[in-house]
């Protein structure tokens, strides 16, 4: 499974509420699912949600996309997640 996060920086106190959102991004040519996070504090979201500016992108168009957030910085990371047993695979084949 591929994992993109979008983490969007700002200043965190404990009174503000963690605003977190999972998304399916795309398809790995594989099929497996490429999701995109979205992990904030509620400070500066928006009722409005943020577009969906390619049709091959965000595919599952019964669920909302994530929230806009108003004067906030965004951070992008990847990761991509091996599975334990192909990871224990790969390791008993060396």
Known sequence: MIVLVLLLVCCCSPKHFVYYKRELL???????????IT???????????????????????????????AG?????DAALVFAVAAVSQALSVA
């Open 72 to 76: 906030k910085k965004a951070c992008y």
């Open 26 to 36: 795309c398809r790995s040519l594989d099929g497996h699912r490429v999701d995109l």
């Open 39 to 69: 992990v904030s504090d509620c400070r500066g979201m928006s009722d409005t949600e943020e577009p969906r500016f390619d049709s091959r992108l965000f595919p599952d168009t019964a669920t909302p996309r994530c929230r806009m957030f």
